[in-house]
């Protein structure tokens, strides 16, 4: 089966080592998983006076999410969470109220970080916040990624074999776990 997966990368930066972890995944992703960009820096900050008429950044976002299966949030650690670009950009999906477009979409998490542990306490939190939005998140394997300098270059090439590997069958278990959601949900009792 082929699914489509919006990804939202968790940092601006221009030279962001997360965006060159998702251009790594785009490149090693299994056929069958088609990865597409999900931008969150056009979004203002939310607020819930927007409820009422979602500004059209809010709508195109909401939009992207519900074209696609499922989701992949790669991003960095800020102070030991997520940044808070990210955030704004869930929080934006979440609402109005009714209408979260997260909800029973499949997701997984990752990031990288030059610490020793990685973004393992970001991802703790963002999978706070996915329960929350209702989302189905891959458990295990978890996926925390410590960047040492060329890790991976500009264009998302994995210099280091066994860390390609690593990331290629991480995605395909995430492949298999969103074809067992969407698989799970069409059921009828
Ligand atoms: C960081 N960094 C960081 N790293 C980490 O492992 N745990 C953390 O809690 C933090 N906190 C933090 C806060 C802020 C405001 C900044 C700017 C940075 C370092 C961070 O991992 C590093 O800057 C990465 O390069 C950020 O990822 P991108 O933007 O390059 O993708």
Request: charged share 20%; hydrophobic share 40%; net charge negative.
């Given at each position: 089966m082929s699914y489509s997966v919006g990804v939202f990368v968790g940092s601006l930066a221009q030279d962001s080592i997360n965006r060159k972890l998702a251009k790594a995944l785009f490149k090693l992703a299994p056929d069958g998983m088609d990865l597409v960009d999900i931008p969150i820096?056009?979004?203002?900050?939310?607020?819930?006076?927007?409820?009422?008429d979602f500004p059209p950044e809010g709508r195109a976002f909401k939009e992207a999410v519900a074209a696609v299966d499922a989701l992949l949030f790669v991003t960095p650690e800020y102070n030991r969470s997520v940044p808070g670009v990210l955030k704004n950009a869930i929080d934006w999906g979440s609402?109005?109220?009714?209408?979260?477009?997260?909800?029973?979409k499949p997701s997984a998490v990752t990031g990288t970080s030059p610490?020793?542990?990685?973004?393992a306490v970001a991802q703790q939190h963002l999978r706070s916040i996915l329960s929350f939005v209702n989302s189905p998140e891959l458990a295990n394997p978890e996926c925390y990624i410590h960047f040492?300098?060329?890790?991976?270059?500009?264009?998302?090439?994995?210099?280091?074999a066994s860390t390609e590997e690593f990331l290629r069958g991480w995605l395909n278990e995430f492949h298999l776990f969103i074809a067992k959601v969407v698989g799970a949900q069409q059921i009828t009792l």
């Amino acid at each position: 089966m082929s699914y489509s997966v919006g990804v939202f990368v968790g940092s601006l930066a221009q030279d962001s080592i997360n965006r060159k972890l998702a251009k790594a995944l785009f490149k090693l992703a299994p056929d069958g998983m088609d990865l597409v960009d999900i931008p969150i820096g056009n979004l203002p900050l939310y607020n819930r006076d927007f409820d009422a008429d979602f500004p059209p950044e809010g709508r195109a976002f909401k939009e992207a999410v519900a074209a696609v299966d499922a989701l992949l949030f790669v991003t960095p650690e800020y102070n030991r969470s997520v940044p808070g670009v990210l955030k704004n950009a869930i929080d934006w999906g979440s609402r109005p109220w009714g209408s979260n477009s997260f909800a029973k979409k499949p997701s997984a998490v990752t990031g990288t970080s030059p610490g020793h542990i990685s973004t393992a306490v970001a991802q703790q939190h963002l999978r706070s916040i996915l329960s929350f939005v209702n989302s189905p998140e891959l458990a295990n394997p978890e996926c925390y990624i410590h960047f040492t300098e060329g890790l991976i270059d500009d264009d998302g090439n994995v210099t280091v074999a066994s860390t390609e590997e690593f990331l290629r069958g991480w995605l395909n278990e995430f492949h298999l776990f969103i074809a067992k959601v969407v698989g799970a949900q069409q059921i009828t009792l």
